[in-house]
């Protein structure tokens, strides 16, 4: 089998942990990896790394092959998308990608943040949904619901293809409460968890009969995709394939194709299955004190139950809390009722709407080459770490607007300043004038941490002029 992940969503809900520069796929939520790394850890025994695809914005790009690294995932099997156009198009051009390698392939898709308890359970139910695949079948994988939620798509129970295995009647939207409650007490309704098996031909060719739109433009996209520059050789489209690809329509594959298709079958699959689409779902997923609170980090909790907390590294003390949530980050503080953890989202739209950066852009920023944290910031001044990893180094570029002095915190930097170039360690400084062409790297095997004030009246990422880099940003 063939596993795609589809990597893409800004898990906006789980702000500030998450953001859309830094989603929540890229976050330790819960388990020993990030949520892409346990879902990479649970396919492997089923799908080769070799055999693994992944699908995500060219914002995180990078950063997921970083996270992938240890795995010896191909750079060449990620997709870098220009923008979001929803599952179908990104389906479709996966598909495309392997049916040219392999005519016969089945392929599984899995979304990059979510839970499955029940690895083994998981392993079995997507054995036996790619036997059903084979037959010429759009399988999808059906949630036993425990409780009447409002918040899951659902799938209503058809007749039975084989033993345990049922067409689907029809998806169902997400429903009032007192229509969850019905589902639930029918025992013919499953939860929709997204994730899907079938052979790359089949949903081709579902695609051509009901979304002709995106998938006529299948075979020019795909005649677009070329490797990125730099040091991570991912694919991306060329500027006529993002033009192209951005005009389409955003469709989801339920809505493109699975409502419409008489080929859709379902597996119930009790594997322990949780999407943590919101804070809440922690209580599901997390271990709890003896009264009810999770808690992480750096936190003192008295006379507090049920409410989930979450510190970084300065203390949160928490007093007589009951059913709240706070989580903190170098740059923001949630305060949210549990009740009120669907609305992280509109609070988030909200902040974006109003131009807080915040909304979108974590404290520590990564980069091809490492990461910068903004320690403090005023009206002409902007104060940074930045850790640079070993043999990595900046691009040469010169800023029109700022000046900039460094400081070695810690490990040994090489800095190019016009046409001189010089080696500091630990406590040496430098400043770099304005309009002046520098490059800082890290020659040594040692993170390289340096402060970095920069002085100026424009102190934002616009104000770069590159013109060499290893990363291919010029």
């Known amino acids: 089998m063939y596993g795609v992940i589809l990597a893409g969503g800004s898990g906006t809900r789980f702000w500030p942990k998450s953001r859309e520069q830094s989603p929540k796929q890229l976050q330790k939520i819960v388990g020993t990896g990030t949520m892409l790394q346990n879902t990479v850890q649970r ?12 699908g995500t914005n060219h914002q995180q790009a990078v950063e997921t092959l970083r996270q992938l690294d240890s795995y010896g995932f191909f750079p060449d099997h990620l997709m870098a998308e220009p923008c979001s156009r929803n599952t179908a198009l ?3 051009l996966m ?8 005519p016969d392939a089945v392929m599984g898709v899995f979304p990059a943040d979510h839970v499955v308890a029940n690895s083994e359970n998981f392993i079995k139910t997507l054995q036996k949904a790619e036997t059903l695949a084979k037959k010429g079948y759009l399988v ?32 169902v939207e997400k429903p009032d409460r007192p229509e969850a409650e019905q589902y639930l007490e029918n025992g013919h309704y499953f939860w929709n968890c997204g994730v899907f098996v079938w052979k790359a031909s089949t949903i081709l060719e579902e695609l051509q009969q009901h979304a002709g739109n995106i998938y ?11 490797t990125a520059k730099g040091k991570s050789p991912y694919l991306e489209l060329d500027e006529r394939g993002r033009n192209l690809f951005s005009s389409l329509p955003s469709l989801s594959i339920d809505y493109a ?8 079958a379902i597996i119930p699959a009790d594997i322990g299955w949780n999407d943590v689409g919101a804070w809440t779902a922690l209580d599901d997923v997390s271990e709890k004190d003896s009264k009810g609170n999770i808690i992480s980090g750096n936190v003192l909790v008295q006379d507090c139950s049920n409410s989930i907390i979450q510190a970084q590294n300065r203390l949160i003390a928490v007093l007589g809390l009951k059913d709240t949530i706070v ?17 992280v989202k509109k609070l988030v739209e909200s902040l974006n709407e109003n131009g807080h950066p915040e909304g979108k852009q974590p404290a520590t920023v990564n980069k091809p080459w490492g990461s910068y944290t903004v320690l403090d910031s005023g009206s ?23 000046s900039e002095h460094w400081t070695v915190v810690s490990g040994s930097a090489e800095v190019v300043r016009n046409k001189e170039t010089f080696q500091l360690k630990s406590n040496d400084s430098i400043t770099i004038p304005k309009n002046t062409r520098h490059r800082l790297g890290n020659p040594g095997s040692d993170l390289l941490i340096i402060i970095e004030i920069q002085f100026g009246h424009l102190l934002d990422e616009s104000d770069i002029s590159r013109y060499e880099d290893r990363y291919g940003r010029c």
């Open 95 to 102: 598909a495309k990608v392997i049916i040219e390698k392999d």
């Open 140 to 171: 999808t994988l059906g949630i036993p619901p425990t409780r009447p939620e409002t918040g899951f798509g659902y799938l209503q129970q058809g007749a039975e293809i084989e033993d345990g295995i049922y067409q689907v009647e029809r998806f």
């Open 327 to 343: 989580v903190d980050s170098p740059d923001a503080l949630l305060v949210c009722a549990k009740e009120r953890s669907q609305d």
């Open 216 to 226: 006529s433009q299948l075979e020019t996209i795909t005649s677009c995709i070329q």
């Open 90 to 92: 990104a389906i479709g």
């Open 43 to 54: 396919l492997l025994p089923l799908v080769s790394i070799e055999n693994l695809y992944l």
């Open 380 to 402: 002409s001044y902007v104060l940074k770490r930045i850790e640079v990893l070993p043999g990595e180094a900046l691009s040469l570029q010169s800023h029109q607007h700022r």
């Open 257 to 264: 194709v699975m409502e419409n298709s008489s080929k859709v």
